[in-house]
């Protein structure tokens, strides 16, 4: 079992920056697959960013360049720094755990879910 726990959301405005945070607790953190996936109003949710335990990523093409995913495995934490954000960015984010090897784009194949955290970007 997993447990995790999104922080560092906000209202900011175009352009601005964030950095979330999501912090694990539980079984074996670094030998887990992290993704982050959002969701807005009326929409699906979305693939936004996920990193191996080895620390490869891999980005949906929305968010590429502008979003960097990382993960400090000695602090169970995973981070998403947005840089450059845009109205369309805007949505809750969740932070997500997989316990398998390979690059997992598809949320229901995740084990493992936050709360999330509510990202606002004014135009």
């Known amino acids: 079992q997993v447990q995790l726990v999104e922080s560092g959301g906000g209202l900011v405005q175009a352009g601005d920056s964030l950095r979330l945070s999501c912090a694990a607790s539980?079984?074996?953190?670094?030998?887990?697959?992290m993704g982050w996936f959002r969701q807005a109003p009326g929409k699906e949710r979305e693939f936004v960013a996920t990193?191996?335990?080895?620390?490869?990523?891999y980005y949906s093409d929305s968010v590429k360049g502008r979003f960097t995913i990382s993960r400090d495995n000695a602090k169970d934490t995973v981070y998403l720094q947005m840089n450059s954000l845009k109205p369309e960015d805007t949505a809750v984010y969740y932070c997500?755990?997989?316990?398998?090897?390979?690059?997992?784009?598809?949320?229901?194949?995740?084990?493992?879910w936050g709360q999330g955290t509510q990202v606002t970007v004014s135009s």
């Open positions: 990193i191996s335990w080895r620390t490869s990523a």
């Open positions: 539980g079984r074996a953190f670094s030998s887990y697959y």
């Open positions: 997500a755990a997989v316990g398998t090897s390979g690059v997992v784009r598809v949320a229901r194949e995740y084990d493992y």
